[in-house]
């Protein structure tokens, strides 16, 4: 009797260091992986990102803004742009460039009301408002005076690159705001209002003049 009851005890250690060791080895179950969210990107065949940006695209060149395709995807898959899309705006900056000795860099170009059921922007942009509600806002151009907005390319001299950003906004409102508003006041009225944001970068100095 006494034995049999040392070998249902030695099982029930055995057993329970088996179920205490299979416990410790097991790893803990991965929570599931939140779905994809929806993200916007933009690209351009004028140049790749980061990229020399070619005169054509260029002040001191042909002065045409790039073409850019808008592109919305869940992970790498393609997908439809949001329902709340209402419009896109681009900000157009040399980073490089500081303004009457502040933080503020060399706003080159901006644009706002694109329509939200635009797939990108066509080359050479036309100045001004546009037929389909794109406004052409702040910049280089409007600055200097007399002149419609309009993109302006980047102009660094010879000497080190300078480093340009195109930043694309996705917006679920549209701007009221007038064609000689500011960059400041632009971005107050987009802020509470993006739902997707996307940049492009380039670089760019004048060739070096040719030797005497």
Known sequence: MIGMLKN??????????????????????????????????????????????????????????????????????????????????????D???????????????????????ATGLPEGLGKGDLPDGTRNGPGIASARGGNPPAYFGPGAGPGPFHHYVFEFYALDTKLDLPANTTRDELLKAMDGHVIGKAGWFGRYHAPPPPPQ
């Open 8 to 93: 249902v005890l030695f099982s029930v250690v055995v057993i329970s260091s088996a179920a205490v060791a299979h416990a410790q080895t097991t790893p803990p179950a991965r929570p599931a992986a939140p779905p994809p969210r929806l993200v916007f990107s933009v690209t351009t065949t004028a140049w790749p990102d980061g990229g020399e940006v070619p005169p054509k695209n260029a002040y001191r060149g042909e002065n045409k803004s790039p073409a850019f395709e808008f592109h919305w995807s869940k992970g790498p898959d393609p997908a439809a742009a949001p329902e709340g899309l209402q419009s896109y705006a681009v900000i157009f900056h």
């Open 95 to 117: 980073v490089e460039n500081s303004s009457n000795k502040t933080t503020a860099d060399t706003l080159h170009w901006t644009a706002f009301n694109i329509p939200g059921t």
